[in-house]
Every structure is written in C-alpha cells, then in structure tokens.
C-alpha cells in the first residue's frame, strides 16, 4: 500500500456521502427486515400491532441516545489510547472481499453525494466528505462529528453514493464505516469550497495550500523504517471532527492511532489558506520497547533531475519528483540542505542534532520549464516544514531513500528519530507546526541553495560539484571563503564566481574520491568564518 499512495493523489476525485445520525441506518435496515418476515409468516393483527409498538419503542431509545451523543474532548482521545495500550492490538476490521477485490477502474465509480456534505449547507465554512473502503483501502474507520462538546456517529446508508450497482451500494449499507475524510474550505476564491486537507490509508494525511496540488504526504507516526524485519504502518482507526462556528478560519480533528507497538492520540488544529498550516499534538503509549520509531514522518517522491540524478530511461522531462531537497535547521541555527537522489540501492542517512529547530521535504523550482508536465504540475507540488513546539531532545533527523522506477512510488521518507527510542509504559508528547508552503518558512531573506550539480572538471577526469546561492547580490566573491570536506578522498579546489543570473554566488568543488565507492561531501560558504548561507551536504556515489 505505501508505494501506491502517491498514486492515490490521482483519483483523489472519489468520494463518498454520509448519513448524519445512527438512527437513520437503524430504521432503514429494521424497515426492510420487517417487510422480509412479513411475507414469510401470517400474524394475528394484535401480535403486528404488539411488534410495532415495540419496535417503535426501540427506534425511539435509538433516537434519543443518537441525538444526546457521549461528552467529548481532548482527554477522550489520550483516555481511549492510552487503554488501548495496556493490551495487545486487535485486528483491524476489514471492508467485504467483494468491496476489496474491486479494480480501480471499478472503485472509481463510488462517487460522494457532494450535496450532503458535512456542514455543507450551513453558515460554517467547512464542509466535510467522505471516503467510501474498497480496492486498496480496506481497513474500515469510525468517524464521529463532535457539536457543543457531545460527539455524534456518521453513518451510512445504502443512498450514500453513487455506485456502479445496487450490490456495492448495499455492501457499502451493510459495513456502515468509511475509509477516510477529506476537508473542505474556500482557500482559492471565495465562492468554491476546495479540498484542502486528507486523511485516508494507514496513517497518512496530505495538504495544500492556495494555489497547489497534491503532492507529498505526512504519516501519524513511522515505525520500523528500512529495517530488517519490516516496517509496520500504524493506522487512525478513529476520527472526530469539531464542528467550527460561522466565524472561525480553523477546524480541529482528533484522531486514535492504533498499531502493534504503540497507540496514541492526535489532536490536528487546521488552518487552511496561503499556506496552510497543521499544528499537531501526538501523545503516544508504547506497548514494547521501540527502538526504530519516526516523529513526524514525511513520505514523498523523487525520480531524477537534470543536475544531480539524471534519468535512466528517456524522459522529455527535466526533472520529475515532488521534493528535491531535505532542509533541516538545526538546534545550533545551522541550515542544511541536502539534495535528494534515486539512489542504485537503499540508502539511509542520519542527521544528528540536539533540540532541533526544523526540518522539512522542500519542493524548491516553482516553475513550469522545470519539469515540463502539463498533467502532473510538478511545480505546484507543496513542500513540508516540521516546526517543533516542544524538546524533542537529542536524536536525529533521517532521510530514507529507496530505488524506484515509476513515479506512482513513494521512495523519500524523512522524519524525526529519537536517541533512546521508546520504553515500554511509558507516555511522550510530541507537539510540532506543520506548514505546506511553497518552499522553506524560515530564514525567507537570507540566501539559499537554489541549485546544484555534477559533472566532470573540463580538460580532467576529475568529479567536479556546482552549488549556486542567490540573494547576494552586493557580495565581494574576495571576501568569501569556500569550507569544504570530504570523509573518502581529497578536496582539489574550491572555487567561487559572481553569478548575476540569480543575484548571488556560484562555487565549485572539485575532488578526488580515490577508490571510494561512497563519500559524504560537505560544503559550507563563508564571510569572516561566519557561515552566510546554508551548509550543503551531498552523498557521493560512485558510478
């Protein structure tokens, strides 16, 4: 499932209705069992009015109990997960098979009733649609609305989607749950409700902000990345949504995080607009000793550029990916951008800090020419920035990459790993800001790494890096300096010229590798041994 839900962005068209309040599916399903026994069984007329009154009675118990719903708040969520950690995971429970060995061509079909959305016809701004399971998507979710403080079922009927045919749309009855959410809110002009934020598979949510297209995404928690005895996807297996007043700009979501190792509660505050902006309250009960356990995870999607990676196979394209650089500020203010690559074989990186400050997957070329896709807008792809809120002590930020061919995979993870890990009985609270701009949200006036490259240094055999800085445009090339380093090897030069074309600086570093297969280059741009730009880091692979 993990490599497929950059994919999934594609038909994020699909989309499935609801049926606000548990009595409704109660009584539709009680109608048409009655009717069914009618036919069967002949009754004296006092025994069917006796069964009436009863059933009567019974749907009205229903109805009281649906409309007074069950107190509601934060607290519930940490309660319920917390439970939840004192014994071991249950099964998860599963969509029909028949709704699961559908083809996409088939789940496609499913379509939401946009006119009964949530809140869609009252004076709150947000609107609420939903994801109906089937195909990929076959673990069934709860999602409760939450009104005054009381949470409430959603529920669903056999009318709730448009369907390929009437046994879909009962099977879809029958299961009553939903196999994620999407928000929706007028973040693009003022009379058209876009859908701006997901929740659906496993743990994953994506975003955008005014003016982009879906593009990389965000997991609850990463547990067990690239290690060996596999990784395990937790999942939200319950959602509640707060419903906003008229006058609110922000909606909050809650969700319970269950998997094999851990169960936790998150609390998602939504600001939708330019950009949109998550803040996010994880807190998180282990069940083992976790050892491999990702804060903040990001997925995403690279499969080669012009400059640093250049395709295997032929492309008319420049460059394709969502992300092109892992930035990371560090506890100490150190910025650092790492160019991404579609590395031969799995790599992993680590980057140690204490208290860090930020990290984030950066789609920094903003324009068309760059990758010259007409259906995949690349270039309107966000980025995501990690802010944290609270000590997240020492650890490191790592950086996954994996050997990919289609550009349907997620093949980039980054996240936030922990020294210690987790024990065992143990609670951690993780509080962070997400924002999905359009490139990093920090340091916006200081200069930047807008580009880097390789080749070979002309008239030699010698690999030769480029690395271009803008916003310098009153520099003196005299009075910078160039700290360069290389763990196999030797630097052989380091060069730095004027480059008007960006108002900035462009360095060259050439080196020897000797006979490594691997090295880690570094780059750092100088002016009085003062560090004026972000460090450069780089992984050298020998071809």
Same mark, same amino acid.
Request: net charge negative.
């Given at each position: 499932?993990?490599?497929?839900?950059?994919?999934?962005?594609?038909?994020?068209?699909?989309?499935?209705?609801?049926?606000?309040?548990?009595?409704?599916?109660?009584?539709?399903?009680?109608?048409?069992?009655?009717?069914?026994?009618?036919?069967?069984?002949?009754? #004296?007329? /006092?025994? =069917? !009015? +006796?069964?009436? *009154? $009863?059933?009567?009675? #019974?749907? /009205?118990? =229903? !109805? +009281?109990?649906? *409309? $007074?719903?069950?107190?509601?708040? /934060?607290?519930?969520?940490?309660?319920?997960? $917390?439970?939840?950690?004192?014994?071991?995971?249950?099964?998860?429970?599963?969509?029909?098979?028949?709704?699961?060995?559908?083809?996409?061509?088939?789940?496609?079909?499913?379509?939401?009733?946009?006119?009964?959305?949530?809140?869609?016809?009252?004076?709150?701004?947000?609107?609420?649609?939903?994801?109906?399971?089937?195909?990929?998507?076959?673990?069934?979710?709860?999602?409760?609305?939450?009104?005054?403080?009381?949470?409430?079922?959603?529920?669903?009927?056999?009318?709730?989607?448009?369907?390929?045919?009437?046994?879909?749309?009962?099977?879809?009855?029958?299961?009553?749950?939903?196999?994620?959410?999407?928000?929706?809110?007028?973040?693009?002009?003022?009379?058209?409700?876009?859908?701006?934020?997901?929740?659906?598979?496993?743990?994953?949510?994506?975003?955008?902000?005014?003016?982009?297209?879906?593009?990389?995404?965000?997991?609850?928690?990463?547990?067990?990345?690239?290690?060996?005895?596999?990784?395990?996807?937790?999942?939200?297996?319950?959602?509640?949504?707060?419903?906003?007043?008229?006058?609110?700009?922000?909606?909050?979501?809650?969700?319970?995080?269950?998997?094999?190792?851990?169960?936790?509660?998150?609390?998602?505050?939504?600001?939708?607009?330019?950009?949109?902006?998550?803040?996010?309250?994880?807190?998180?009960?282990?069940?083992?000793?976790?050892?491999?356990?990702?804060?903040?995870?990001?997925?995403?999607?690279?499969?080669?550029?012009?400059?640093?990676?250049?395709?295997?196979?032929?492309?008319?394209?420049?460059?394709?990916?969502?992300?092109?650089?892992?930035?990371?500020?560090?506890?100490?203010?150190?910025?650092?951008?790492?160019?991404?690559?579609?590395?031969?074989?799995?790599?992993?990186?680590?980057?140690?800090?204490?208290?860090?400050?930020?990290?984030?997957?950066?789609?920094?070329?903003?324009?068309?020419?760059?990758?010259?896709?007409?259906?995949?807008?690349?270039?309107?792809?966000?980025?995501?920035?990690?802010?944290?809120?609270?000590?997240?002590?020492?650890?490191?930020?790592?950086?996954?990459?994996?050997?990919?061919?289609?550009?349907?995979?997620?093949?980039?993870?980054?996240?936030?790993?922990?020294?210690?890990?987790?024990?065992?009985?143990?609670?951690?609270?993780?509080?962070?800001?997400?924002?999905?701009?359009?490139?990093?949200?920090?340091?916006?006036?200081?200069?930047?790494?807008?580009?880097?490259?390789?080749?070979?240094?002309?008239?030699?055999?010698?690999?030769?890096?480029?690395?271009?800085?803008?916003?310098?445009?009153?520099?003196?090339?005299?009075?910078?300096?160039?700290?360069?380093?290389?763990?196999?090897?030797?630097?052989?030069?380091?060069?730095?010229?004027?480059?008007?074309?960006?108002?900035?600086?462009?360095?060259?570093?050439?080196?020897?590798?000797?006979?490594?297969?691997?090295?880690?280059?570094?780059?750092?741009?100088?002016?009085?041994?003062?560090?004026?730009?972000?460090?450069?880091?780089?992984?050298?692979?020998?071809?």
């Amino acid at each position: 499932m993990k490599s497929f839900l950059i994919s999934v962005s594609h038909f994020r068209s699909q989309s499935f209705l609801l049926f606000k309040g548990s009595v409704l599916i109660s009584l539709f399903i009680n109608a048409i069992s009655y009717g069914h026994a009618s036919e069967a069984v002949v009754v #004296s007329e /006092s025994v =069917q !009015q +006796d069964q009436v *009154l $009863k059933s009567e009675e #019974s749907q /009205s118990g =229903q !109805q +009281d109990s649906a *409309l $007074k719903g069950y107190v509601f708040s /934060s607290q519930t969520v940490i309660d319920l997960a $917390k439970k939840l950690a004192q014994s071991p995971m249950q099964p998860v429970e599963k969509a029909p098979k028949a709704l699961i060995d559908m083809d996409y061509s088939m789940y496609r079909k499913i379509n939401f009733q946009q006119n009964q959305a949530v809140w869609g016809n009252t004076p709150t701004k947000f609107s609420v649609q939903l994801f109906a399971p089937g195909f990929l998507f076959k673990d069934l979710v709860t999602i409760d609305v939450v009104e005054n403080g009381r949470a409430f079922p959603l529920n669903v009927s056999a009318d709730s989607f448009t369907t390929p045919n009437q046994e879909i749309s009962e099977l879809i009855s029958q299961v009553g749950k939903y196999a994620g959410l999407r928000l929706h809110y007028p973040i693009n002009r003022a009379d058209h409700n876009d859908e701006f934020v997901v929740f659906q598979g496993a743990s994953y949510f994506r975003a955008v902000s005014k003016g982009q297209s879906y593009g990389l995404s965000a997991r609850g928690l990463a547990v067990n990345v690239a290690q060996p005895k596999g990784e395990e996807f937790p999942m939200f297996k319950q959602f509640w949504i707060e419903r906003p007043s008229s006058s609110q700009d922000a909606i909050v979501v809650h969700a319970l995080l269950d998997s094999k190792s851990v169960a936790g509660a998150y609390r998602f505050g939504i600001y939708p607009g330019k950009p949109t902006r998550i803040d996010v309250k994880a807190t998180l009960f282990p069940r083992v000793d976790l050892k491999h356990v990702g804060i903040a995870p990001l997925t995403s999607m690279f499969m080669h550029n012009s400059s640093l990676d250049a395709s295997d196979f032929p492309d008319y394209r420049p460059a394709v990916h969502d992300s092109d650089g892992l930035q990371i500020l560090t506890g100490k203010d150190e910025m650092i951008w790492r160019p991404l690559n579609n590395p031969k074989t799995l790599e992993v990186s680590a980057f140690s800090d204490d208290y860090p400050k930020g990290f984030g997957l950066i789609q920094r070329h903003r324009n068309f020419e760059d990758y010259q896709d007409l259906e995949a807008n690349y270039h309107t792809r966000p980025s995501a920035w990690i802010k944290p809120l609270n000590d997240w002590g020492q650890g490191h930020v790592e950086l996954v990459e994996i050997p990919s061919d289609s550009e349907t995979n997620d093949n980039i993870v980054a996240f936030w790993q922990p020294k210690e890990g987790f024990k065992k009985d143990q609670s951690y609270t993780y509080q962070y800001l997400m924002t999905w701009s359009n490139n990093t949200p920090v340091s916006m006036d200081l200069p930047r790494i807008v580009r880097s490259a390789k080749g070979v240094k002309l008239f030699t055999d010698s690999p030769e890096v480029v690395i271009d800085f803008n916003k310098m445009p009153d520099v003196s090339v005299e009075d910078l300096t160039v700290d360069a380093s290389i763990s196999q090897g030797k630097i052989l030069e380091a060069l730095i010229v004027k480059n008007p074309h960006n108002n900035g600086v462009r360095v060259y570093v050439t080196f020897d590798p000797q006979d490594a297969d691997l090295a880690e280059l570094r780059v750092q741009l100088k002016q009085d041994e003062v560090a004026i730009a972000p460090t450069w880091l780089y992984r050298w692979v020998k071809e």
